[in-house]
């Protein structure tokens, strides 16, 4: 029997029980991925039943991969129907309290995102973080929402999938940025309080991008890290990222990844390193990613590039 890594509280019990939590049934599959125990993304695949009362420990993020089904819940003594399709987003928030049922096998991606207040760890959560880039701290108690379109948070969440199931070989940069840009949509689309945006516009000031790009460009051989280029300057990724883009055109990712290749591509013109030296030497954890990213921003591999000059 297959056994799901997402737990809920059975409502009767009041004992941690795993998805599916129906007697004698169990997933049809399942792949799991964790990041900074910040995040889970987990693929199921799930056959028709019906669920028992259950009470969410955390966040739950589901988008829906499967075609249109009926789902049948039980939410504070009301019967809802609701009829989800693929790109689909549910949100059922730390603490919801429901039953249900769907009448056919589905395949759904679910996001689990830690509340902003465990332990007493709330300023280390990610919810909580991206709520203090919004300037408001106390803006981390989420709503219910079932079966919304949401384009933003369905591309972010394949993303982030993507991203696991390939072993991260975009760097943990590309990770916190995909991350933070969830949770702040999140917030800003299902907080219970009304979000207070706070916009900067000019871009960075001549010595904060000069000191981020010196920054850049002497730490292309390791995993540049989102939350200390902005840390750096005393301001929040949030913000940093679009500052960032407004001085320079690009992304601080993309703008990385031009480094990187261009880095590797004067080792290749003055140096007799191998393929696999440079990939290490620009911040690429293997050849196959570094060839990869080499041919998608010059149009060819590192190995025809050098036999070229």
Known sequence: MIQGNIKVIDAVSNKAVPLPVTPGTSLLATNSFQFLNELNIDRLYMSACEMPEVIVREHLLTL???????????????LKQIHKGVGSVTLAPAGFRFRGRWDRDVEILILTLKPAAIRGASSRRLIAKCAAQLHDTNQTELVRCTGRLDSQIWHLGLALEAEFKEGNPNCRYFWESLTNALALRVLKQYSAKEPKIQHYCGGLSPHQLRRTIEYINDNLATHLSLNVLAAMLGMSPYYFERLFKQSVGCTPHQY????????AKQLLRTTQLSIMEIAFQVGCKNHSHFSKLFRKLTGI??????NSL
Request: aromatic share 10%; net charge positive.
């Open 256 to 263: 990385i990844l031009q480094r990187r290749i261009e880095r």
């Open 64 to 78: 829906q991969l499967s075609p249109q089904h009926l789902f049948e819940t039980w939410e504070d003594g009301q």
């Open 301 to 306: 591999s590192p190995r025809t590039y050098r």
